[in-house]
C-alpha cells in the first residue's frame, strides 16, 4: 500500500491546457510509479487553475529512484522539462499518507472519474489538533472514508482531505451524508477555531496508471 503521493501541481497557461494534459500524461507514463494526472475544474476564485499529476510510492527510498532516474537519464529530464515548460509556474510536494482511501461494503469498484481535495491550513501549533479532529470525523463516517495526507517537506501546518467519485452524483450525495453526519457537523466548530483557511478544489482525472 503507498505511503507517500509527490503531487506536482502545474499552473496552465491560457491556451495551453491540453498540450499540459497531454506532456503530464506522457511524463507520468514514463516514471516508475503508479499515479494519476487530472485538471481542476472547479476552484477558488483567487486561485490559479492547475494539471496536477500525482506519483505514489511505498517508500522514501522509491521516491528516491524515481528521482535519480530523472536527473541521471537526459530523455527523461527532457521529457520533464518540457512539460514544465508549458506551465506557468510549478509546485512539488511530497506527502504522508497518514489515512488512505477506504472502501465501503456497497462500493462497486472502478477508478474514480472526479477528485476533491480540502486542505486545511492549522493555527501555528495547533496541526496535530486539526488532525486529530479530521481523523476522529473519517472514522465514523458510513462508507467510503477519504485519505488523509500531511506533507513530508513543505507548510507543516495543512492538513489535506482527498476524496474519489465515481461521479458528479456521487460526489453529491455524499456531501449530503456528511451534511447529516452528526460528528461532522459537531466538528466545525472546532475546526473553525484551529483553522485560518480551508480551501477545497474539484478535479476531472484524466489519467490513471498502475
Known amino acids: 500500500m503507498p505511503n507517500f503521493i509527490m503531487n506536482i501541481a502545474r499552473i496552465t497557461k491560457p491556451g495551453q491546457e491540453g498540450a499540459l494534459i497531454a506532456s503530464a500524461i506522457e511524463t507520468l507514463n514514463g516514471a516508475d510509479a503508479p499515479g494519476n494526472v487530472s485538471f481542476d475544474t472547479s476552484i477558488p476564485v483567487v ?6 499529476s500525482a506519483l505514489l510510492f511505498d517508500s522514501l527510498s522509491d521516491f528516491e529512484k524515481v528521482q535519480d532516474e530523472v536527473i541521471s537519464n537526459p530523455e527523461r529530464a527532457a521529457q520533464y522539462a518540457s512539460t514544465n515548460a508549458l506551465a506557468a509556474k510549478v509546485t512539488t510536494t511530497l506527502y504522508r499518507i497518514i489515512e488512505p482511501v477506504e472502501y465501503g461494503p456497497d462500493d462497486q469498484g472502478g477508478m474514480p472519474k472526479y477528485m476533491s481535495r480540502r486542505l486545511l491550513l492549522a493555527k501555528r501549533g495547533e496541526a496535530s489538533n486539526v488532525l486529530d479532529v479530521v481523523r476522529e470525523v473519517r472514522s465514523n463516517l458510513p462508507g467510503r472514508k477519504p485519505m488523509i495526507n500531511m506533507a513530508v517537506f513543505g507548510n507543516p501546518d495543512v492538513v489535506r482531505v482527498v476524496g474519489l467519485y465515481r461521479s458528479l452524483e456521487e460526489l453529491e450525495m455524499e456531501q449530503a451524508r456528511m451534511r447529516e453526519n452528526e460528528e461532522y457537523k459537531a466538528a466545525l466548530g472546532p475546526l473553525a477555531g484551529l483553522t485560518t483557511m480551508v480551501r477545497q478544489t474539484l ?6 496508471k498502475q
Open 47 to 52: 486561485f490559479n487553475p492547475t494539471v496536477t
Open 203 to 208: 478535479a476531472r482525472v484524466v489519467h490513471s
